[in-house]
């Protein structure tokens, strides 16, 4: 079962599956229950209770039994951390986040149950190498990953593996939200980084790449807690030898924060 799976990397990875002989399970708000390119498409809102309940319990009906989840619907959003209301952070966290959970919670008595099982959650490098005005979404991700690591303690001696992937910038159709109340002293500052945001996202890998890494774990007997995807991999690592200080400086030079 791959959660947002009607566009970009949850698309390209449920058809790579699906090319690949598993039977897959698909979501979207929109979701129909038809097929799409060997992909069963169901409705699902990840931010409510009854529609992650509904959707799983069709799946169960249809299959049987669930042996993968992905988590990978998420919701991008832009905005500075003091134009950001309580209201449109919570909403990020809800998505992002307590989506994700609400997911697991659904599918982990089958898993338990039969001692067998695999979740993969999609975090994003933003976690751990935060980017200016997008903050909230990077906390977001932050989140994700300690959760997983904590799950995947937890259930080891229950038989349910448990893994992590975090993709950098790569090119698919991608929607984000902005912050309704933007400051006028960020604008200058909001603008230059935005830009080096998009054109990134311009340049990105092909989501192809992650869609891959996401087959490579679920045939793996023993996959690893994260996979870092992407050409963002390498600051990740820089981040972990370097300085803070010398992080610092690089962060505010690769996203124009200085005149």
């Given at each position: 079962?791959i959660?947002?799976?009607?566009?970009?990397i949850?698309?390209?990875?449920?058809?790579?599956?699906?090319?690949?002989?598993?039977?897959?399970?698909?979501?979207?708000?929109?979701?129909?229950?038809?097929k799409?390119?060997?992909v069963?498409?169901?409705?699902?809102?990840?931010?409510?209770?009854?529609?992650?309940?509904?959707?799983?319990?069709?799946?169960?009906?249809?299959?049987?039994?669930?042996?993968?989840?992905?988590?990978?619907?998420g919701?991008?959003?832009?905005?500075?951390?003091?134009?950001?209301?309580?209201e449109?952070?919570?909403?990020?966290?809800d998505?992002?986040?307590?989506?994700?959970?609400?997911?697991?919670?659904?599918?982990?008595?089958?898993?338990?149950?039969?001692?067998?099982?695999l979740?993969?959650?999609?975090?994003?490098?933003?976690?751990?190498?935060?980017?200016?005005?997008?903050?909230?979404?990077?906390a977001?991700?932050?989140?994700?990953?300690?959760?997983s690591e904590?799950?995947?303690?937890?259930?080891?001696?229950?038989?349910?593996?448990v893994?992590?992937?975090?993709?950098?910038f790569?090119?698919?159709?991608?929607?984000?939200?902005?912050?309704?109340?933007?400051?006028?002293?960020?604008?200058?500052?909001?603008?230059?980084?935005?830009?080096?945001?998009?054109?990134?996202?311009d340049?990105?890998?092909d989501?192809?790449?992650v869609?891959?890494v996401?087959?490579?774990i679920?045939?793996?007997?023993?996959?690893?807690?994260?996979?870092i995807?992407g050409?963002?991999?390498?600051?990740?690592?820089?981040?972990r030898?370097?300085p803070?200080?010398?992080?610092?400086?690089?962060?505010?030079?690769?996203?124009?924060?200085?005149k």
């Amino acid at each position: 079962m791959i959660t947002g799976a009607s566009l970009g990397i949850g698309k390209v990875t449920a058809t790579l599956l699906a090319r690949r002989g598993f039977t897959v399970f698909g979501t979207s708000r929109k979701g129909s229950g038809g097929k799409v390119d060997g992909v069963e498409m169901l409705r699902l809102d990840v931010t409510s209770d009854e529609s992650v309940k509904t959707c799983v319990s069709t799946l169960l009906q249809k299959a049987g039994r669930l042996d993968v989840l992905v988590n990978n619907a998420g919701q991008a959003f832009a905005g500075g951390l003091e134009e950001t209301s309580l209201e449109e952070a919570k909403a990020q966290f809800d998505v992002n986040f307590f989506g994700a959970v609400r997911m697991v919670n659904a599918v982990l008595p089958g898993m338990r149950k039969r001692r067998s099982g695999l979740i993969i959650n999609i975090a994003s490098s933003a976690g751990m190498f935060p980017i200016p005005f997008g903050g909230y979404y990077g906390a977001t991700k932050s989140a994700l990953m300690v959760y997983s690591e904590v799950l995947r303690q937890e259930l080891k001696s229950l038989g349910v593996k448990v893994s992590v992937v975090d993709p950098g910038f790569f090119n698919t159709h991608h929607t984000r939200l902005e912050a309704a109340n933007p400051i006028s002293d960020c604008d200058e500052i909001r603008r230059r980084a935005q830009s080096v945001d998009e054109d990134s996202f311009d340049r990105g890998g092909d989501p192809q790449e992650v869609a891959d890494v996401i087959l490579r774990i679920i045939q793996s007997p023993s996959p690893r807690l994260h996979y870092i995807v992407g050409r963002e991999k390498r600051y990740v690592l820089l981040k972990r030898i370097l300085p803070d200080s010398v992080m610092q400086v690089q962060t505010r030079k690769h996203w124009r924060l200085d005149k």
